[in-house]
């Protein structure tokens, strides 16, 4: 059996300007500055908190559990004003499912919140496991999400494989012993994702069901 565990933010869904307006709306309460959206792609990627904690100025960084609060009211009432699928995303997953291959998905994102967005975007594919950030486990680079999906699938698992858009994913990938296919359509692109030592790059979403089925 083959497991594509995928992450959402940058590689399922171009998520950015809706995380981006949350966080501003929070900044604009607190009456702090807003930020551009390729600011916020390079904020986004180790969870909700995390990205209010660097969209604050320095020597603010304490209020950053008060923005956090602010976001996610807000996000949960916005997180698909402007939240789509990338081109070719829904025909690779049906593609890669149509041949046996099983989907998860495995994200940093609130749980919740991940959930909405598949359940909405993808009604008609399959998932395994749609695993978020939550208090029950640690995020990623850590493993512990992998881990929960694996033992999800009781069948042998003959090559399990990580698609991400980030430096987080690659490391991700790489901490769980598994091919990372890191794709350049996301918040960071080409040169992180090679950095970092992706296995397999993907240029477009055909090229992830290319790869795996190979």
Sequence with gaps: MTI????????????????????DHGL???????????EYKKFVGNGAQKLCERALPEGHKDMALKLHGLFKEY???????????????KETLQRLSENGVKLAVATNKPEDAAEKIIAALLPDIDFIKVLGGCDRRPKKPDTAIIDEILAAVPDKKDKVW??????????TG??????VIG??????????LEAEGADYI????EDIADIILA
């Excluded at 949960?76 to 004003?81: E, F, G, I, R, V």
């Excluded at 794709?183 to 992180?192: D, L, N, P």
């Design 4 to 23: 594509a565990i995928f992450d959402l933010d940058g590689t399922i869904a171009d998520t950015i300007a809706d995380l981006g307006a949350s966080a």
């Design 28 to 38: 604009e309460v607190l009456g702090f500055p807003k930020h551009t959206i390729p």
């Design 75 to 89: 996000y949960s009432a916005h997180l698909l004003d402007n939240t789509a699928l990338y081109e070719g995303i």
């Design 162 to 171: 990580m698609i991400g858009d980030s430096n987080v994913d690659v490391q």
């Design 174 to 179: 790489k901490n769980a012993g598994i091919p």
């Design 183 to 192: 794709c350049t359509w996301g918040f960071r692109g080409r040169a992180e």
């Design 202 to 205: 993907a240029e477009k979403a």
